[in-house]
């Protein structure tokens, strides 16, 4: 059965859970603090803002995703599919934004996409269908899935955050490569999305700055 974040109350939960499974998150989560739920929207618009933002400063992907949302009111595929390619680069995207979120667009009108549903599904299966799209990599998907769809399970193991706070919470001599992260969050199934978000906490108390897409 799938778990989903989709209140506070869910993800405080879910750390209560896991603190009791495994006792070495007691200290994390004293030092960390209670994590807030992050959510975004879902279904397309969510994972076109999480697109735009990639390999991006915090301020310069909101100057794009702010023109982007006055230019288009809805914000959808079907809008997207109709702008032209050179509209969308005037508003800041790049050539290779732009072939994604036209691609995704395709997909969902044909319905070979559903952006929705991927709440459902186990979240290794559903990061896979994510990350087999052009221009869709690892850490997007894992953001979609937990941000916008608060898929409980999904862990993002290529994130620098989660694992230098791994690293510094488990003492460990080097930062955890990702393919070392999926056996070392196995303890944490099904909730492995609900650990991601006490790994950013602890990761934000630690280094005193943000390890995560800001809301």
Request: charged letters at 25%; proline letters at 6%; a positive charge.
């Amino acid at each position: 059965m799938t778990i989903h974040l989709q209140t506070q109350s869910d993800l405080e939960e879910a750390i209560h859970t896991l603190v009791r499974r495994d006792p070495r998150l007691k200290p994390v989560l004293e030092i960390a603090g209670m994590p807030a739920l992050r959510r975004r929207e879902p279904g397309f618009a969510g994972l076109a803002h999480i697109v735009c933002g990639q390999q991006l400063s915090t301020a310069s992907a909101a100057a794009i995703w702010g023109r982007l949302s006055a230019a288009f009111d809805p914000f959808d595929h079907e809008a997207v599919r109709r702008a032209r390619t050179d509209r969308l680069g005037r508003l800041g995207l790049s050539a290779a934004k732009i072939k994604t979120l036209k691609h995704l667009a395709r997909e969902i009108i044909a319905e070979r996409l559903n952006l929705e549903v991927l709440a459902e599904e186990d979240a290794d299966a559903a990061h896979h269908t994510l990350i087999s799209l052009p221009g869709i990599g690892p850490w997007t998907a894992d953001v979609y899935l937990l941000f916008c769809l608060g898929h409980g399970d999904a862990w993002p193991a290529g994130d620098l955050a989660v694992q230098e706070g791994i690293k510094i919470g488990f003492d460990l001599k080097t930062r955890p490569t990702e393919k070392q992260m999926a056996p070392l969050a196995e303890p944490w199934r099904p909730l492995r999305g609900a650990a991601a978000h006490l790994w950013w906490s602890y990761y934000r108390a630690v280094k005193k700055r943000e390890g995560v897409l800001s809301t």
